[in-house]
């Protein structure tokens, strides 16, 4: 491998925007996350975080600007079973007919040989990932009657199980409790040190410099990205919040971007 290639970023965004008819939601967004980063984005409701998400998924095509996803275009990425992504929760149908085991086990079909028949080793990862996350119980449950935490840790099984190299959490934890909060940094921590590349927003920015390398306050466009010390500020957080969210005594009301 050549000094540049090992240098290349893992998730690569360049000036990245999207519309939804009239609604910016990305705007000239840029983003470089290079490998065993975990980086959590921030920003108010409406900021785009989202959206960023299901672009570096190659959910939804930009208006603007690239995606890289380990050199390459999201979609070839996804074949690979390089991405994982853990939805909002708002995001799932919960009334699906499919067990946690069977959540957990599509995360094993971009590693299914020609015969797309699964084997030994797939169950055996299944398996191990269901223990990491504490589900080994509630395997045959069908997904809907879970907690929203438990729901939130099936969801991150999934991406243990396909042993992807990029995980993208899109709010793992909201309405989950502090225990299932620290047993998923823990895990996503392990997964990081092993050198998977994390992208995950959260609203927690108490928590966020235990788990985080790297945050990223996004306001369309990314206005500030780098290690939770930089970015966690009052300046900045008034600059994207309209308030300081870690202060107790708000100066102003937040609003949602148009
Ligand atoms: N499918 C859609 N159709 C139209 N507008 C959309 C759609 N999805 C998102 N938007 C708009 O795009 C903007 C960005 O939304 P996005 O969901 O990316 O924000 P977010 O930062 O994830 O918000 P939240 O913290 O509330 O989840 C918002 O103004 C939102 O209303």
Not at 162 to 177: R, T, Y
Request: hydrophobic share 40%; glycine share 10%.
């Amino acid at each position: 491998m050549t000094e540049s290639t090992a240098q290349q970023p893992v998730i690569d965004v360049r000036d990245l925007s999207v519309r939804y008819g009239d609604t910016v939601a990305l705007d000239c967004a840029d983003l470089r996350l290079g490998t065993g980063t975990v980086c959590g984005l921030i920003g108010m409701n409406g900021s785009g975080k989202s959206t960023l998400f299901k672009a570096i998924m190659g959910m939804i095509s930009p208006d603007a600007g690239t995606v890289r996803v380990g050199g390459r275009p999201p979609a070839a990425a996804r074949r690979n079973g390089a991405i994982s992504y853990v939805p909002q929760s708002e995001d799932i149908d919960w009334s699906f007919p499919i067990s946690v085991r069977e959540v957990v086990m599509t995360g094993r079909y971009g590693h299914l040989g020609p015969t797309r028949r699964l084997r030994r080793a797939d169950h055996a990862a299944v398996d191990e990932a269901l223990e990491r996350v504490e589900l080994g119980e509630y395997q045959h449950r069908q997904i809907g009657r879970l907690s929203g935490g438990q729901r939130k840790r099936a969801f991150v099984a999934r991406g243990i199980a396909q042993q992807a190299s990029i995980l993208l959490l899109d709010e793992p934890f909201a309405g989950v409790d502090k225990r299932t909060e620290a047993t998923i940094s823990t895990l996503l921590r392990e997964l990081a040190d092993g050198g998977a590349t994390i992208l995950i927003s959260t609203h927690d920015l108490h928590a966020l410099p235990r788990l985080a390398d790297q945050a990223l306050l996004l306001m369309r466009r990314v206005l500030v990205h780098g290690t939770p010390d930089v970015v966690i500020t009052p300046d900045n957080l008034i600059r994207a919040f309209g308030i300081d969210p870690l202060d107790a005594s708000p100066t102003a009301t937040p609003q949602e971007h148009p």
